[in-house]
Each structure stands twice: as C-alpha cells, then as structure tokens.
C-alpha cells in the first residue's frame, strides 16, 4: 500500500479589497509551518496533520504583511534581464547581463565566454533559431556549474563540520533552487543558479548543507544559517525579485 507523503492545494482568502492567492504544500517530512512570500508565489508549507483552519488562520495573520511584501516586490525591478537568445541581447552569468553575439561562420558549432561577452559560432547551413542558441548556452551552463558548485560544497560541509554528501547532482529543476536527499547523501543543485551572483550562490548551498544538521525550518535552523551567514535574508530576496528570469 502506497502512503502519501505530500499533497498539494490552491486556496484564496478574502481581506477587505484583496484577495490572496496562496498554495499549500502538506508534508509528512515537515514538523512546522512555514511561510513563503515572494514575487512569484505565497506559498505555505506544513505538517500533514495540520487542520485547513489552522493554516488560513497564519494567512489571515499575516495578511497585512503579505500585501506589503508583495507590493515591494512589484516595485522593484530585476537585475538580471530574461533571455532573448538573439544576436544583440545578453545572457546572465553570475547576476550581470553580458553582451550576446551572434556569428555565421564556417566553424565548429559552439559558444564561449571572454572579455565579457558571450560569442556564439553557428555553421552557415545550420538554421540560427533562438532554440538552438538556447541550447548551446544551457550545455555550456551545465558544464560550468558542475565543478563550481561541486567545490562549494565541499567548502561548506568543511566550514559547516558536517559530512559531505556523497552525491552532488546538477540538474534543471523549475520549481526549487536545490534540496537534500532523505538520507543526506545526495545534494541537489538547480544549474541555474550559476546565472546568480556568488553570494547568492553560496546561500542556496549553505542554506541545503544547513539542512544536514537541521532538517526543519525551525529557529534552530535560521540561528544556524546566521551564524554562517548573517546578511542571508538579503540574497534571499535577490531571489525573490530576479529568480523568474533565472529559470
């Protein structure tokens, strides 16, 4: 018999004008609530066992402050441009927007970073669609990310004093940024992250390595992360403004 560990539901809360759209996620593996607000989404994640009166009832708590977190958020503009892929535009790398250009050359299908702009080769008989172009630039990504944030694991699991995990995996995800394995032998890392700033970079990673010594986000696990890392609240909201055009 299969048991559900998590379940997932869209909900709406009427306060005075507004109304407020938010999910909640109900997990098995979690033992508190959690409140997420970004640009993008609210978000509530929770015991299985918690009553839906009860989680409407943190919504309605922090309804005010919801409102303003998101009006903040519609005010402010993101750093890093989403990609066109066209000759012309630019392509995030490390939380700057660099210059892409695009050549139709008798040479070997490729791209590459240097002197601050991307050049992308494209054999003449080959269709130069923005796909394509897409897909020379998420090769080249992936490439890139494998060994950096690889060594920043490693880095972190030394600060942190904790066993490294076994497995780091690098792969596309479009919802989270990265996540711990059950058994903490495996950390998963979004490739996109490499479009970020470092210090962003290194706050995902702290953030997961935390979650090898605190598997909940209890205040145990913040008091953690900020001794680590006392202005991570600040890349957190990088995040929220700029992590749309990341992914």
């Given at each position: 018999?299969?048991?559900?560990?998590?379940?997932?539901?869209?909900?709406?809360?009427?306060?005075g004008?507004?109304?407020?759209?938010?999910?909640?996620?109900?997990?098995?593996?979690?033992?508190?609530?959690?409140?997420?607000v970004?640009?993008?989404?609210i978000?509530?994640?929770?015991p299985?066992?918690?009553?839906?009166?009860?989680?409407?009832?943190?919504?309605?708590?922090?309804?005010?402050?919801?409102?303003?977190?998101?009006?903040?958020y519609?005010?402010?503009?993101?750093?890093?441009?989403?990609?066109?892929?066209?000759?012309?535009?630019?392509?995030p790398?490390?939380?700057?927007?660099?210059?892409?250009?695009?050549?139709?050359?008798?040479?070997?299908?490729?791209?590459s970073?240097?002197?601050?702009?991307?050049?992308?080769n494209?054999?003449?008989?080959?269709n130069?669609?923005?796909?394509?172009v897409?897909?020379?630039?998420?090769h080249?990504?992936?490439?890139?990310?494998?060994?950096?944030?690889?060594?920043?694991?490693?880095?972190y699991?030394?600060?942190?004093?904790?066993?490294?995990?076994?497995?780091?995996v690098?792969?596309?995800?479009?919802?989270?940024?990265?996540?711990i394995?059950?058994?903490?032998?495996?950390?998963?890392?979004?490739?996109?992250l490499?479009?970020a700033?470092?210090?962003v970079?290194?706050?995902?990673?702290?953030?997961?390595?935390c979650?090898?010594?605190?598997?909940?986000?209890?205040h145990?696990?913040?008091?953690?992360l900020?001794?680590?890392m006392?202005?991570y609240?600040?890349?957190?909201s990088?995040?929220n403004?700029?992590?749309?055009?990341?992914?």
């Amino acid at each position: 018999m299969t048991v559900t560990t998590e379940i997932c539901s869209k909900h709406e809360l009427y306060y005075g004008t507004s109304v407020i759209k938010y999910s909640v996620i109900k997990s098995r593996r979690i033992k508190t609530s959690e409140l997420i607000v970004d640009n993008n989404e609210i978000l509530v994640r929770t015991p299985f066992d918690k009553p839906d009166h009860e989680i409407q009832k943190i919504i309605q708590n922090k309804a005010k402050w919801i409102l303003k977190k998101q009006k903040e958020y519609r005010d402010m503009s993101p750093e890093v441009l989403k990609p066109a892929f066209k000759d012309g535009s630019t392509l995030p790398y490390l939380g700057k927007n660099y210059p892409l250009k695009i050549f139709t050359r008798e040479a070997k299908n490729s791209i590459s970073f240097a002197d601050g702009q991307f050049i992308v080769n494209i054999w003449p008989s080959k269709n130069v669609t923005t796909q394509y172009v897409e897909k020379l630039y998420e090769h080249w990504l992936m490439k890139l990310a494998r060994p950096v944030l690889k060594n920043k694991v490693q880095s972190y699991s030394e600060k942190l004093g904790v066993t490294e995990p076994k497995k780091v995996v690098i792969k596309r995800l479009k919802n989270r940024w990265g996540s711990i394995g059950k058994n903490g032998d495996t950390i998963n890392l979004n490739v996109n992250l490499v479009k970020a700033p470092e210090d962003v970079v290194n706050y995902i990673i702290l953030h997961e390595m935390c979650h090898l010594m605190i598997k909940e986000h209890s205040h145990q696990y913040w008091d953690l992360l900020h001794k680590f890392m006392p202005d991570y609240e600040e890349k957190a909201s990088w995040l929220n403004i700029n992590g749309g055009n990341l992914l």
